[in-house]
């Protein structure tokens, strides 16, 4: 099967509002999707905007303040960088040579990385990373009560931990502990939940993949699709009427990388998974490719996720795993990781 080829058996729905936004305004670069927000499609005044003025604390992603706190930018920088080193170290170990990842995506894969990361630090911790989290922001905030209340918290010093665990080691009384464990869920699940849909999508869109194609250009041609954040949020500012006169005073601005990801004009057949396209491409330059933010200010997480993706491919094509040929429909629900909900992997017969 030619690399370039998606299997014919394998269908992706859209969400229903995700779909209308591709049928409707494609290819468009500025319009009005609500009486009080304006969307922005186009590379052009996408690159502008985001250039503009750097994102907000209540705009970041990951940082935005928590439980009353602000988090400022050099708290943020040395998370991020702790975060990073427990990635590293992780990646240094040796993986066991026989591991099953058949099963379930994105799940088996959460699974994986969580135990791979974060497989020494207490149990209180590792629960953070539990997927049934993200069922409702009440369920995180009772463990993360519980778990802070709780006697027995670790000590700093303790053997074992990783790097974000023993900042959090050193929280001291219940407030700091309860916030504590809010940046560690904070921190770490994303790099999880990010790089286990990714792999998932990435497999779901175009495995069986050509033994010469790269990781890195099915990583980054899976992102094109289904890009780990499919809108940004501006709020208004006035630094926007300026860029584009049909950007109101008032308007927050939704950024679509969902749809300038898939732009005719930018994308040569744009709705097909294509890994070869990158050959020629440099995915910090591609005009409109925005899978990590903008060149002003990209995610903190990108040089964690494509690593740890990249291992988790050679795992899963090393073993020969295949999409269940059961499996026909691939579903892509609204919400904020944009990912297939489930790929169902197998061994081959």
């Not at 439980?67 to 170990?93: K, M, N, P």
């Not at 209340?149 to 009384?173: F, I, K």
Request: hydrophobic letters at 40%; aromatic letters at 6%; charged letters at 25%.
């Amino acid at each position: 099967m030619p690399v370039s080829s998606v299997p014919r058996t394998r269908t992706t729905v859209l969400h229903p509002r995700l779909a209308a936004l591709l049928k409707d305004h494609l290819g468009q670069d500025v319009f009005r999707l609500e009486p009080d927000t304006v969307a922005v499609a186009g590379p052009e005044v996408l690159d502008r905007v985001l250039a503009a003025r750097r994102a907000t604390e209540t705009e970041r992603p990951t940082f935005k303040p928590l439980h009353g706190r602000s988090i400022s930018r050099s708290e943020a920088s040395a998370i991020t960088r702790t975060v990073g080193a427990d990635v590293r170290a992780a990646l240094e170990r040796r993986v066991p040579g026989r591991v099953d990842l058949s099963g379930s995506w994105p799940v088996t894969g959460h699974m994986f990385l969580r135990d791979l990361i974060l497989g020494q630090d207490p149990y209180r911790l590792r629960i953070l990373m539990s997927r049934y989290l993200e069922l409702t922001p009440k369920l995180t905030g009772s463990v993360i009560a519980v778990g802070a209340a709780l006697p027995g918290w670790p000590r700093p010093g303790d053997s074992g931990l990783t790097g974000l665990a023993a900042r959090a080691a050193e929280a001291v009384g219940y407030h700091d502990r309860r916030y504590a464990m809010g940046m560690y869920r904070r921190a770490a699940a994303p790099v999880c939940f990010t790089v286990s849909t990714l792999v998932a999508n990435a497999v779901w869109l175009g495995a069986p993949f050509d033994d010469d194609t790269p990781n890195r250009h099915i990583i980054h041609e899976a992102l094109r699709l289904l890009p780990p954040s499919w809108n940004l949020l501006r709020t208004a500012s006035p630094e926007y009427p300026q860029i584009d006169a049909r950007i109101g005073a008032t308007d927050d601005v939704l950024l679509l990388p969902l749809l300038s990801h898939r732009d005719p004009a930018l994308w040569e057949a744009p709705d097909e998974f294509r890994p070869e396209r990158w050959n020629d491409l440099d995915p910090d330059t591609a005009p409109g490719y925005l899978p990590f933010g903008h060149s002003s200010e990209r995610c903190w997480g990108r040089h964690m996720v494509v690593p740890l993706a990249g291992l988790l491919l050679d795992l899963i094509r090393a073993s020969g795993l295949l999409v269940d040929p059961r499996q026909s429909v691939g579903r892509v629900p609204l919400l904020g990781l944009l990912g297939v909900e489930e790929v169902r992997l197998t061994r081959p017969k």
